[in-house]
């Protein structure tokens, strides 16, 4: 990755040239939030009550790199990945039991979907 560059004429000088390809756009951060986690159980619903996501698991597509709730899953060498990364366990009751999916840097990233553990207690 190379700092910010200005568009000059068109086009942007580089601090090197690039072996087989470049990408270039605009800085953002992507942010993938789960709807709150309500489950329907025998006894009623949760809706008041606390809850932790006690493990995590990302389907992901030709990926390189994937932060939950601001920490990163491990990637080898920023190389495009398909499969799942795991994550366990995570800390904290709270009423909604959200995920929040987002990257630490700007690589490649492809969420399909989220399988995911849920301890409901009165922490």
């Not at 004429?9 to 990408?23: A, K, M, N």
């Not at 006690?54 to 990637?75: I, K, M, P, R």
């Not at 904290?92 to 995911?116: A, H």
């Amino acid at each position: 990755m190379q700092s910010d560059k200005t568009v000059s004429s068109g086009g942007i000088t580089l601090d090197s040239v690039p072996t087989s390809y470049v990408e270039i756009g605009l800085d953002y951060t992507p942010i993938v939030k789960t709807m709150p986690t309500e489950l329907k159980l025998a006894s009623g619903n949760i809706v008041g009550q606390k809850k932790r996501i006690t493990e995590a698991t990302a389907l992901v597509y030709l990926s390189q790199n994937l932060t939950l709730n601001g920490n990163d899953f491990a990637f080898t060498n920023a190389e495009f990945f398909t499969g799942k990364k795991r994550r366990k366990p995570m800390l904290g009751y709270d009423r909604e039991g959200q995920m929040t999916f987002s990257q630490s840097q700007p690589l490649f990233f492809t969420l399909l979907g989220i399988e995911y553990k849920v301890s409901v207690g009165q922490k």
